[in-house]
């Protein structure tokens, strides 16, 4: 089973996808960065024609996105405004090639994973993945707890992933990805 995990930002929209137990790679996706007038049919045209290129070429089974969820006390405005409607894009082109998505809150898969592997919270991610950048971090552990799922192995794909260190965009800024 292919899938593609995606942690969606404003700024930084990661994604990593996975083939059963391997990891083929962890990248940034180009966000919308304009909700103005002039600009809102061409920041969805280009976010629609990078992410249609990057699906078309993966050819996934499923894929999976945070949802966008406003925390009490946290000011989020427009980002939530970005978040949702690219997620709509996701969705869109998703059912347009016939391939499920699926949303996650970050309380699922953070939860499922602290009780396997420990406390996933204050340094999040960069414990399992240090040579990650935070988001494609979290987009490589939605991968895991989704193909954990899948295949059954609760408790042991984490710490085969985290010894892998090859990956075609580790080190890299999202501007440079």
């Known amino acids: 089973m292919r899938i593609i995990a995606l ?3 404003k700024l930084n929209f990661a994604a990593a996808v996975m ?15 304009s909700l103005l007038w002039d600009d809102f049919t061409n920041e ?16 996934p089974d499923c894929v999976l996105a945070e949802r966008f969820m406003a925390r009490p006390g946290v000011l989020q405005g427009a980002v939530g405004e970005y978040i949702n409607i690219m997620l709509g894009i996701v969705g869109i082109v998703n059912a347009s090639k016939g391939i499920p ?3 996650v809150t970050s309380a699922q898969w953070k939860n499922a994973l602290t009780a396997r592997y420990g406390d996933m919270g204050s340094k999040g991610t ?20 989704a193909m954990e799922e899948e295949l059954g192995e609760k408790g042991k794909l984490m710490n085969y992933v985290k010894r892998l260190r090859r990956y075609p965009h580790v080190g890299k800024s999202p501007s440079e990805a």
């Open 7 to 9: 942690d969606p930002g």
């Open 19 to 33: 083939e059963d137990r391997k990891v083929l790679e962890t990248r940034y996706l180009k966000p919308m960065k």
């Open 44 to 59: 969805v045209k280009a976010f629609r024609d990078d992410y249609f290129k990057f699906i078309t070429e993966i050819n």
């Open 101 to 103: 998505t699926h949303l």
């Open 126 to 145: 960069r414990t399992f993945f240090p040579h990650l950048s935070t988001h494609e971090g979290d987009a490589l552990a939605i991968a895991v707890y």
